[in-house]
C-alpha cells in the first residue's frame, strides 16, 4: 500500500482480554515505531525495531505489552489482559531508515477502549 | 535526556491572523527538530523538520519554523491561518542514542471564522 496501514481501526474489549494490534509498514521502510496517545497526554513511545529486532523496548508500559515484527514487513502489537488504562489510540510508524533526521510516517491509528 | 515543551495546549486565531505555536527543547548536543500536524481521526503528517543546515526551515501549507539556539525554540508559524488549519500540532526531537521520537504534549488549532 502507499501508507501506514492500521488493523482494526476501532476495538472495544472486555476488561481482563487479550488484543492483538496489527501494523503495515510502508514497502522498504526498515524502522518500525509503536506510540500511544492518550487524551491530553501527547504521544507516549512504546517500542522501535530496526528490522526484525527491537533495539528498544523501553516504553513497554507492563509486561502485559508485548510487541514482534516478521519479516521485516508488519508488525503486531498484543496487549494481556487489558485494563481500562490501556484505552487510548494506539499509532504505529515506519520510516526508511534509522536516523536523527529522517522522517516517521504515521498509520492513522487503532483506538482502543477497554469496558 | 532531551525533551520539548509545547506552550498552550489550546491556542485560537482568526481567520487571516498569525497562527504561532510555541516549542521549548532541551538538549546539550544539536537536536533534530520536528513538526507534525494532526487531523482529526488522521495519523499525523511531517510539517516541517530542522537539521541544521538552515535556521529558518519551510515546511508545507505556508508553515515555517526559526530555530532559535540562544533560546531553545523551534516555534511554529503561519502568516495567515486557514479554516483548514484547524488540527492538533506536535512539536518532536530525535533523541541522541536511540533512534526514537520524543514528542511534545501537542497544541490543538482552533480557526475562527
Known amino acids: 500500500g502507499a501508507g501506514v496501514s492500521q488493523s482494526p481501526s476501532n476495538k472495544v474489549t472486555e476488561k481482563g482480554k487479550d488484543v492483538e494490534l496489527r501494523c503495515d509498514p510502508i514497502?522498504?521502510?526498515?524502522?518500525l515505531y509503536w506510540y500511544r496517545q492518550s487524551l491530553g497526554q501527547g504521544l507516549e513511545f512504546l517500542i522501535y525495531?530496526?528490522?526484525?529486532?527491537?533495539?528498544?523496548k523501553s516504553g513497554l508500559p507492563s509486561d502485559r505489552f508485548s510487541a514482534e515484527r516478521t519479516g521485516g514487513s508488519v508488525s503486531t502489537l498484543t496487549i494481556q489482559r487489558t485494563q481500562q488504562e490501556d484505552s487510548a489510540v494506539y499509532l504505529c510508524?515506519?520510516?526508511?531508515?534509522?536516523?536523527?533526521?529522517?522522517?516517521?510516517?504515521f498509520g492513522q491509528g487503532t483506538r482502543l477502549t477497554v469496558v | 535526556a532531551q525533551s520539548v515543551t509545547q506552550l498552550g495546549s489550546h491556542v485560537s486565531v482568526s481567520e487571516g491572523a498569525l497562527v504561532l505555536l510555541r516549542c521549548n527543547y532541551s538538549?546539550?548536543?544539536?537536536?533534530?527538530l520536528f513538526w507534525y500536524v494532526q487531523y482529526p481521526n488522521q495519523g499525523l503528517q511531517l510539517l516541517l523538520k530542522y537539521t541544521s543546515a538552515a535556521t529558518l526551515v519551510k515546511g508545507i501549507n505556508g508553515f515555517e519554523a526559526e530555530f532559535k539556539k540562544s533560546e531553545t525554540s523551534f516555534h511554529l508559524t503561519k502568516p495567515s491561518a486557514h479554516m483548514s488549519d484547524a488540527a492538533e500540532y506536535f512539536c518532536a526531537v530525535s533523541e541522541t542514542g536511540t533512534y526514537k521520537y520524543i514528542f511534545g504534549t501537542g497544541t490543538r488549532l482552533k480557526v475562527l471564522a
Open positions: 538538549s546539550s548536543v544539536p537536536p533534530y
Open positions: 525495531f530496526q528490522g526484525n529486532s527491537a533495539p528498544d
Open positions: 514497502s522498504g521502510h526498515t524502522a
Open positions: 510508524a515506519s520510516s526508511p531508515d534509522l536516523g536523527r533526521n529522517t522522517e516517521a510516517f
